[in-house]
């Protein structure tokens, strides 16, 4: 599934995105994932990988904190989820792999035993910001999380309605 929020800059669109990711990882989560983010930053040879943690709670605080970091404006952030006991550097090689690279991180996602993945893109523009989201989860959960996305559409609308009274 795959959508985009367009956050005017007066509204906090990383809280928007953390709460609509918190409530799919709530839905998917059967309490055996440990999540995960990869990104590579300009500029930088190696892809940084880091285990968050296996809580929902690690996951919003690393992406809300990413939301907020002016050098990841324009990359693509992958942030997918292994079963307990699967190690991050069993999925890819962080001197090699470059989620930035022509078919990535697509090409990774259809190799890899991943619970499931988001993969983000953040750019700002003159007024806003433009949040890109691509879920790849088990087609049993899709109606769920196509739910909190539309759920975060209304949100972002109601946000504007406040910022223009």
Not at 42 to 65: F, H, K
Not at 77 to 100: S, T
Not at 106 to 124: F, Q
Request: hydrophobic share 40%; aromatic share 4%.
């Amino acid at each position: 599934m795959a959508t985009t929020v367009d956050v005017p800059q007066s509204v906090d669109g990383g809280h928007l995105v953390t709460a609509c990711v918190v409530r799919i990882a709530e839905g998917l989560g059967s309490g055996d994932e440990v999540f995960h983010l990869v990104h590579r930053e300009p500029g930088r040879q190696e892809t940084i990988a880091v285990p968050l943690g296996s809580t929902i709670n690690d996951l919003a605080e690393r992406l809300l904190l990413s939301c907020r970091r002016s050098v990841l404006d324009g990359r693509t952030l992958v942030w997918p989820v292994l079963q307990r006991g699967r190690h991050l550097g069993e999925v890819i090689d962080p001197v090699a792999y470059d989620p930035e690279a022509p078919g990535e991180p697509e090409k990774l996602l259809r190799m890899a035993p991943i619970a499931w993945v988001l993969v983000l893109r953040r750019r700002r523009v003159a007024a806003s910001t433009v949040f890109e989201m691509i879920f790849i989860v088990p087609e049993d959960h899709a109606d769920s999380v196509e739910r909190a996305v539309t759920r975060l559409a209304g949100k972002k609308q109601t946000q504007d309605a406040r910022s223009e009274s």
